[in-house]
């Protein structure tokens, strides 16, 4: 008998876990890899010894186990949304990427302990859909919501548009089921909000990209639906006015304050040149746009109520210049899918350089100021796709090839200086070069530069202990 080569064994183990039709290899007739392989920014394109597609936990705990034996990398992949280059193989052809998206079941909800339990596959938007059906609210929302997993935002520490009251997806978790390095499964699926009995695992799994366990299910927090939801749309003569109407809003509408988003005109003028149905509004003659969301535990009149004593009072301050608040959910919801269309924009206008910062919102002003006029004088002619989280001190500082020039042409030649100009005034306004994206293999080159030396010695030290084999997605956060 001839042995079979270690992967082709790998293979016919992973196919008897998982049946043969989830174990997906480049041997397979007519096989395309490409949407596991490439993604969603297309800056990279891996290679992969096989897709594999668990449909249950135990199915996962044996998957890893079979790829410890054979020392087989794995890199665990949801939606393939992330936009750090975390969850696609590198190009070896050695690593095999574990799709979740076959683990989606909704398992529990819990009305009286405001608790959702779901399968780490779950699209974003069905676990929403789940939350409303049951008269609930889950408020993690996201532009790529109709093709992310819950098991990626937990793994990214997914931020988006709600963060500003509600927190970020570590906020929103109670509990964990988690296959480790090993194999094992830790049944952490707690829905207690009190529990001191030690470190805290939870958090640690989350935003840890992959890198030290395989999440795959958790317990969500639930919220009572609002009452009303209103939003408005406000051009505002300055980003330090952008800063005062934040102070006035949150001042105002306190926890109704859902959403805080600020766009400048350049991004703007993208979503008008790819996407003119649209219709932008306010862009052409301000610097800045921002919407804003008002979610009212009473009742719409009072929502609007709220809300035009608000802009009133920030007309009358001169930090907004013109605002139209939405009549009904219809144009609610279009002001909102011009602010989602920025990230489809940009890519349709193509590459630039994508830096998703935070910087303490006091600050944010003076740093665009001074690193705008840094970038300037660097890299002549570029421009600024600005947009984000101005609620939470998220902005994405992206940096565009001057007009005309060869974009694949300007990244290869200053990325690098690029991205060390802009982290550079980060770190000197005290910020953090990772909002909510996360590291991946984008910025693993990166992080020991900008993260202080024993925060990350004692990263290395848990991934050392929790996957000393280095096989759940190598490369990733720690290089
Ligand atoms: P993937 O891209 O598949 O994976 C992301 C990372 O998580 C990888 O490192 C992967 O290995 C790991 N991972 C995936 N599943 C698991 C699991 N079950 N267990 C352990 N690790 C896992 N992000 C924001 O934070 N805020 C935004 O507002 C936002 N808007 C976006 C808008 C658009 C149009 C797009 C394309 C992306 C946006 N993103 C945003 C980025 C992206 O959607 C998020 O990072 C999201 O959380 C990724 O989910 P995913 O299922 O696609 O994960
Ligand atoms: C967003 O806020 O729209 C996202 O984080 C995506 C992006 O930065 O392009
Ligand atoms: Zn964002």
Redesign the pocket.
Same mark, same amino acid.
């Given at each position: 008998m001839t042995a079979l080569p270690l992967s082709s064994s790998l293979i016919a183990q992973l196919r008897q876990i998982c049946g043969t039709a989830n174990v997906i290899t480049h041997d397979d007739p007519g096989a395309d890899l490409s949407p596991w392989e490439q993604?969603?920014r297309k800056r990279v394109r891996g290679r992969a010894l096989a897709v594999v597609r668990p449909c249950s936990t135990a199915e996962v705990a044996a998957v890893v186990k079979a790829c410890a034996a054979a020392n087989t990398p794995i890199?665990?992949? /949801?939606?393939? !949304?992330?936009?750090v280059v975390?969850?696609v193989p590198d190009g070896s052809g050695a690593q095999i990427v574990l799709s979740?998206t076959r683990m989606n079941a909704v398992r529990a909800i819990d009305p009286a302990n405001l608790t959702l339990t779901v399968e780490?596959?779950c699209v974003l938007q069905n676990l929403q859909a789940a939350a409303e059906n049951a008269g609930f609210l889950f408020p993690l929302s996201?532009?790529?919501e109709g093709?992310?997993?819950?098991?990626?935002?937990?793994?990214?520490?997914?931020?988006?548009?709600q963060v500003v009251r509600y927190g970020?997806?570590r906020e929103l978790c109670l509990g964990l089921e988690?296959v480790t390095a090993q194999g094992d499964i830790w049944h952490g699926l707690s829905g207690l909000r009190k529990d001191n009995t030690g470190y805290d695992l939870r958090n640690l799994?989350i935003g840890?990209?992959?890198?030290l /366990?395989?999440? !795959?299910a958790a317990t969500m927090k639930l919220y009572p639906q609002p009452a009303a939801q209103l939003t408005a749309w406000a051009a505002v003569p300055s980003l330090e006015s952008a800063v005062q109407l934040l102070g006035l809003a949150h001042q105002r509408l306190g926890p109704g304050l859902t959403g805080f988003e600020v766009m400048g005109q350049f991004a703007l003028g993208l979503v008008d040149k790819h996407y003119p149905q649209l219709r932008v509004p306010l862009w052409q003659d301000t610097p800045w746009c921002v919407l804003l969301e008002n979610s009212d535990s009473e009742n719409e009149a009072h929502a609007r109520s709220q809300f035009e004593s608000l802009l009133e009072a920030a007309l009358e301050a001169a930090c907004v210049s013109d605002a139209v608040v939405a009549e009904n959910l219809t144009q609610a919801r279009s002001l909102w899918r011009i602010r989602?269309s920025i990230?489809?924009a940009q890519a349709e206008e193509g590459l630039n350089i994508k830096h998703d910062i935070s910087i303490p919102v006091s600050r944010i002003p003076a740093f665009v100021a001074e690193t705008d006029a840094l970038l300037a004088r660097e890299f002549p002619g570029v421009r600024m796709v600005d947009f984000g989280?101005l609620g939470d001190g998220n902005l994405h500082y992206n940096v565009q090839a001057p007009a005309g020039a060869d974009e694949k042409a300007f990244l290869r030649d200053n990325e690098d200086r690029v991205n060390t100009l802009v982290f550079d005034q980060v770190l000197k306004f005290d910020g953090s070069i990772s909002a909510?994206?996360?590291v991946?293999e984008l910025k693993v080159g990166k992080l020991p530069l900008y993260k202080d030396p024993t925060a990350l010695a004692m990263m290395r030290a848990i991934k050392q202990t929790l996957d000393p084999q280095n096989i759940l997605?190598p490369g990733?956060v720690l290089g």
């Open positions: 993604d969603w890199v665990p992949q /949801g939606g393939n !949304t992330g936009l975390g969850g979740m780490a596959g996201l532009g790529a093709s992310c997993t819950i098991g990626g935002n937990l793994g990214t520490n997914a931020g988006g548009t970020n997806t988690v799994m840890s990209e992959g890198t /366990g395989i999440i !795959t989602e990230t489809l989280h909510e994206h996360g991946g997605n990733r």
